[in-house]
């Protein structure tokens, strides 16, 4: 198993930036794959950013692409996400989660989750 527990939301005004961390414990971090979701009020969990099982490659929404970037320091169990030009329709409670198969974008595929972080953007 893994833990996960994010950090690094908070309040920030359109146009701002944040950067969420994702701590994990427990088993080997690189033998997951790795991703970032988000959920807002009202809505279902919606997919932010990924990597590819080999860490090679990464993925993303097309809603941030271009202003989010996933990241991640193996030495440190630890995946990033740097959150750029953020827009008030960002705001939801964003997790982390670890998967050992499936698909990259898809929520159910994914094992372990964080107990996630809330952003909020104002206008």
């Known amino acids: 198993q893994v833990q996960l527990v994010e950090s690094g939301g908070g309040l920030v005004q359109a146009g701002g930036s944040l950067r969420l961390s994702c701590a994990a414990s427990?088993?080997?971090?690189?033998?997951?794959?790795m991703g970032w979701f988000r959920q807002a009020p009202g809505k279902g969990r919606e997919f932010v950013a990924a990597f590819s099982w080999n860490g090679g490659n990464t993925y993303y929404a097309d809603s941030v692409k271009g202003r989010f970037t996933i990241s991640r320091d193996n030495a440190k169990n630890t995946m990033y996400l740097q959150m750029n030009s953020l827009k008030p329709e960002d705001t939801a409670v964003f997790y982390c989660?670890?998967?050992?198969?499936?698909?990259?974008?898809?929520?159910?595929?994914?094992?372990?989750w964080g107990q996630g972080t809330q952003v909020t953007v104002s206008s």
């Open positions: 427990g088993r080997t971090f690189s033998s997951y794959a």
């Open positions: 989660a670890a998967r050992l198969r499936g698909s990259y974008d898809y929520a159910r595929d994914y094992n372990y």
